[in-house]
């Protein structure tokens, strides 16, 4: 028997790079000579009409070689991925307090931004009234793109006709991507008109597509290359593109290499982030809570251009419904357009602010009935009888393991002894309480842009045995390449370690889509794995004639080729088919089947499966402070059948902690009045830490091969966890329940710092 590959826990194929301090990041690429740095000059106003820029000011300051303005950009002053609305620099409007006016190119990055720092002297504005906040925008009916409904059934009868009914508004607030390495270029100009460039992004052929278009020039002079990122998360996917295009450029006009990183305090004050949600809901239920009709605005806050805002509403729609049947729903989602900093993709990309709405109401049923919430969100599970398995846009929801997911996970945390003994904990303290809850997810894996789904790779195989792969996708630390290295060993019945992953490159996949919507693995997986076995394919007729067996009894397996009780090295093999002119290289490809999706209507089959997860989180809140922890959770998520569980469950871990700080201590404040976003450095901004951590932390893969025809039966793992972090905030609320009458519904908003657990407590002891 053969060594499993896939399936099998092995190493990132960079961690010993990554805590050796080896990883070589863009920032880490020995500089050519000549190298120039670049800083970028903000607006210091969040609305305004620019008037004009101190030019020679700024270039009288020390080590100053060039200022560039919108005027000095030869192509199209735009980076907007969807819609041209964002411009590179700002021409006219100053639409935020931290938009790029202008660029300093220097000879030092510390020169650079201190002349860059003179913005606030350089610039000259008239302001302008500003919109804050996207409940401002939404009254005044300011948004990026008109809105978008969707519904089933007739809701507002089935409102009316409803035995109970529960109206609320509520609202999350946004979250930083906090990549540790942060936005950076670096810019090459090469030979006949052509540049490469050096990008941390997620998406390399857009950043070749925008800053071509930027430098008018054909795409195929601008080559894009990105080996690792130290963290995406969502924010490289489109707002790498400014940094990007600024840093080329500079370095076409000045004809020298040009490199642009931001400083945090800079990162923050410029990019966008996960867009903060308004909830406006009124729902209807039975005596048993099942759910008999719901109608809820979702309100983003957009920022001030469109980015990404279009399929992150799209994706919150799709997924208000979460893990539960709705038969009569109506969703209407409106994209507020604000003088902030314009928001993107954030790990979720939507469906988290979509799938709390109906969690948050939920809860909220239960304890008006004074039920379980558990027990109320089971009444309420898609289900395959009585036609309760079709979703609100339309796709049915198959192979649904929600149900037996759920109980698996409650009976293995012990859920209801320890809501028993809670209550009773509960009972007997009167300062510190505990809560406990339980939530599902069920998430839908596939860009819900249809064309998005598709991957391509390049294999080749030398003459030693060895295998070089390139594909699309780009590393970010999550293991895609090693997820990739995996399935071509198998496929070629390698060693894991005879297999090698290159950067990135878009000169040698074209076209690719982000690494983004969990797709990475099921994409460049399955392309990867098309190529391999088009080599296999020319391989087979040799190896049969040198092991003397039919071609269907070649094995391929440990490094030989087995047939007719014989074998051969797979070295061999190659060796044999070099000298006969069989090609040992092979491009790949993959589209994602049966995805169809009307965009208009908003139904069809935008989602190839559904990943399904529960977690179980028990806290324990000071009723006299606020403050708060997690005290234990359990967590089970559906990767089908994992290519790699090491790094699945590791994904699986940081994407709960990362929802948790999403949804209690990630707090984003921007100034009233001014409208900068005070919260804009790690002194500021506090995401969860080691200390955060659960002391009793369980986490497990639940074990169920995919239905659908992805790589190896997996399932997606990048986004579908951090939704299990809703169980801490539901926790918190439980908490804090505990403190007032029995049947009290909290108002607990998100974040839940220290001081709106506070107020909460002290709202439901009157």
Partial sequence: MSAPIVGVSRPHESAALHVSGEARYCDDLPELQGTLHAALGLSPVAHGRLLSIDLDLLRRQPGVVAVLTAADIPGENN??????????????????????VFAIIASTRELARRAAALAKQAIRFEALPAVLTALEAHAAGQYVIPPMHLSRGDASAALQAAPHRLQGEWRVGGQEQFYLEGQISYALPQEQNALLLHCSTQHPSEMQQLVAHALAWQAHAVQVQCRRMGGGFGGKESQSALFACVAAIAAHKLARPVKLRLDRDDDFLITGRRHGFDYLWQVGFDDEGQILAAEIELIANCGHSADLSAPVMARALCHFDNAYWLPHVAMHGFCARTNTQSNTAFRGFGGPQGALAIEMILDSVARRLRLDPLLVRQRNFYRETEGRNITPYGQ???????????????????????????AAFNASSPILKKGLALTPVKFGISFNVVHLNQAGALVHVYTDGSVLVNHGGTEMGQGLNTKVAQVVAHELGLEAAAVRCSATDTQKIANTSATAASTGSDLNGKAAQDAARRIKQRLLPIAAKLLGCAQDQVRFAQAQVQGGGKSVSFQTLVAQAYLQRVQLWSEGFYATPGLHWDRE????????????????????????????????????????????????????????????????????????????????????????????????????????????????????????????????????????AACGPAGCDPLLLAPATAERVLQAVSQVQG
């Fill in 79 to 100: 980076c907007g991925p969807l819609l041209p609305d964002d411009p590179i620099l700002a021409a006219d409007t100053l639409s935020y307090l931290g938009q790029p």
């Fill in 396 to 422: 049915t929801v198959e192979d649904n393991q929600i149900a037996a997911l759920t109980e698996q996970v409650a009976q293995s945390s012990d859920y209801a002894a320890r809501r028993q003994a809670i």
């Fill in 601 to 736: 209507k908003l139904q069809g089959k935008p989602f190839y499966y559904f990943a399904y997860g529960a977690a179980v989180a028990e806290v324990i809140i000071d009723t006299l402070t606020g403050e708060n922890r997690i005290l234990r959770a359990d967590l089970l998520h559906d990767a089908g059948q994992s290519l790699n569980p090491a790094l699945d469950i590791g994904q699986d871990e940081g994407a709960f902690v990362q929802g948790a700080g999403w949804l209690t201590t990630e707090e984003l404040v921007w100034h009233p009045s001014s409208g900068l976003l005070t919260t804009h450095a790690p002194s500021t901004y506090k995401i969860p830490t080691a200390n955060d951590m659960p002391p009793d932390f369980r986490s497990a893969l639940y074990q169920q091969p995919n239905a659908a025809d992805s790589i190896h039966r997996s399932k997606a793992v990048g986004e579908p966890p951090l939704l299990l972090g809703f169980a801490v905030l539901l926790a918190l609320k439980d908490a804090v």
